[in-house]
Nanobody, 121 residues
Framework: QVQLVESGGGLVQAGGSLRLSCAAS?????MAWFRQAPGKGREFVAT????????YYSDSAKGRFTVSRDNDKNLGYLQMNSLKDEDTAVYYC?????????????????WGQGTQVTVSS
């Protein structure tokens, strides 16, 4: 079992930046970030493969968010810039026992508890 703990969420003004971190209890393979806004389902944000060479982003994240990882420290990151009101959500880190990145929520076995990001205009 892999335990994932997110951190770095908070309140930020529109146009600002936040960096989310995901600490894993052990070495992980592919990792991803999803988010869930109030009253909505969970949606894909970004994913990175096991060695960090391949990334995919949702259309809303592309050009503003950057996913990365430090395998030596068992950490994943989501750098979020130019934040908008619609980015307000609980952000979840996820991992899977497969080196290949996936945009599908159902492909991820391990999930963190989430961290709240609130963007104010």
């Amino acid at each position: 079992q892999v335990q994932l703990v997110e951190s770095g969420g908070g309140l930020v003004q529109a146009g600002g930046s936040l960096r989310l971190s995901c600490a894993a209890s052990t070495r992980t393979w592919a990792m991803a970030w999803f988010r869930q806004a109030p009253g909505k389902g969970r949606e894909f944000v970004a994913t990175i493969n096991g060695n960090g060479a391949v990334t995919y982003y949702s259309d809303s994240a592309k050009g503003r968010f950057t996913v990365s990882r430090d395998n030596d420290k068992n950490l994943g990151y989501l750098q979020m810039n130019s934040l908008k009101d619609e980015d307000t959500a609980v952000y979840y880190c996820a991992s899977r026992d497969d080196p290949y990145a996936s945009v599908l929520e159902s492909d991820y076995e391990f999930w963190g508890q989430g961290t709240q990001v609130t963007v104010s205009s």
